[in-house]
């Protein structure tokens, strides 16, 4: 609760430092001030000292796994302002606002990691989506970002009505949003008009983490929004949703396994699949990522599919680490000029250190060990292993893991093994400080991936 409150306060006053701070150093300073207390309060919930008590009437349950996923998110955002913040005064003159729109995302995040009620799902959702809308067409001067924001809230607007119908018709078979109460009542024989709620669930919630075939919406939004913002919503926010997924199959719909897991091992498979091969044929570095988020959100969703203890423990450090490799690239990607393959050229001569942290980065979303995306991957694999079922699926999760070596080594090819023509990039020594730090994180959760996992037990 003190996240929630805290968050929703800092996004207030962000709002009215649009006007009261006339420094962008100001406004910087004082978001990633709060970003410091949020963690803070965060982690004092963790000891049980909260500053605010509310009666939700168990609509809302701040457990311990809801409280550890809070804290990635919470440092991985603090990260994300320490790389990109000032980036951010390039897009528009609307800077505090972007932080208040940012603070209103993770007031949304707390809800989805918590829910207990599918009414507040809906609602940590919309309050997650609605900014993103406004963040993404915030380069009101580019045309690409105002198609990209209108093509997003078309086709958000049209998932949260398949929401809402889900919603609707769960209610009607069981007669209460309550998510613990629909799972007791769905011990016997589920009625058509609870597994019609629940197959529009799956196809709504699979759009807003952009798995297939409910993916076609995320490489022009991607590739529109501007690439500061790009790098929050397919880090951050995609994890967020994804967290929000596991709790529903878990708390709403765990007795139903039997009926959805092989559903969901069809759409791991296609989301696996479209999001490589399509991810090998791209020239843009940007609109590759796009396409490699899709294939890291097949395989999140292998922890959908295992709903196991090893599902949920891989699920955090694969949150982890896929958000402060992403982060990192793209905080790498923001200062260039140009997104191609090409533009890559030679960066290793002119810029030794951005190009070894890179390729540390890239080396992780790609599961090579020694990184903490190698563990991840692993754990998702030895989760959907522990279900003893199909085992095809996790071959194939092996052979496109396999795939995506080849597009993220062809970066590093580019970076270490051609010539180019260097690019002018500005960096401060604090930046390039950040990123090696944010590089040795990578790696030391690839050796020691207790420092996370272990918060859920100690």
Known sequence: MNALILSAILGVMMMFGSFLLKSKATIRNVAIGG?????????LEFSGIKFFEI???????FERFALVFNTIIFASTLIYFLLSARDMEKVGVNYAEYFALIFFILCGVTLTSSFKSLLILFLG???ISIPLYILTGSDKRNLKSNEASLKYFLMGSFSTGIMLMGIALVYGAKGTFDTTAI??????????LLLGGMLLLIFSM?????????HFWTPDVYDGAPTVFTSFMATIVKAAVFIGFIRLFDQTFGNLQAQWQLFFAVITAVTLFIGNITAVFQQSVKRMLAYSSISQAGFMLLAVYAMNTDAKEGLLLYTAAYSLATIGIFAVLIKMSDYTFEGFNGLAKHQPLLAATTTIFLLSLAGIPLTAGFL???????????????????????????????????????MY??????????????????????????????????????????
Not at 183 to 192: C, E, I, L, M
Not at 206 to 214: L, Q, R, T
Not at 444 to 455: Q, S, T
């Open 35 to 43: 970003m410091v207390l949020l963690i803070v309060v965060n982690l």
């Open 55 to 61: 009666n939700t009437r168990g609509m809302i349950a």
């Open 125 to 127: 959702i919309e309050i």
């Open 183 to 192: 799972d007791t009542y769905s011990q016997a024989a589920p009625s058509a």
């Open 206 to 214: 699979g759009f807003k983490v952009s798995v297939a075939p409910f």
């Open 376 to 414: 991840s991957k692993f754990y998702m694999l030895k989760a959907a292993l522990a279900t003893g079922k199909n085992l095809w699926l996790v071959i194939f999760a092996v052979l496109m893991a396999a795939v995506s070596v080849y597009y993220y080594f062809r970066v590093i090819q580019a």
């Open 417 to 458: 093994f051609k010539d180019g023509e260097p690019q002018s990039i500005q960096v401060t020594s604090a930046f390039k400080w950040a990123l090696f730090i944010l590089a040795a994180l990578v790696i030391v959760l690839g050796i020691y991936p207790n420092l996370i996992i272990g918060w859920l037990y100690f």
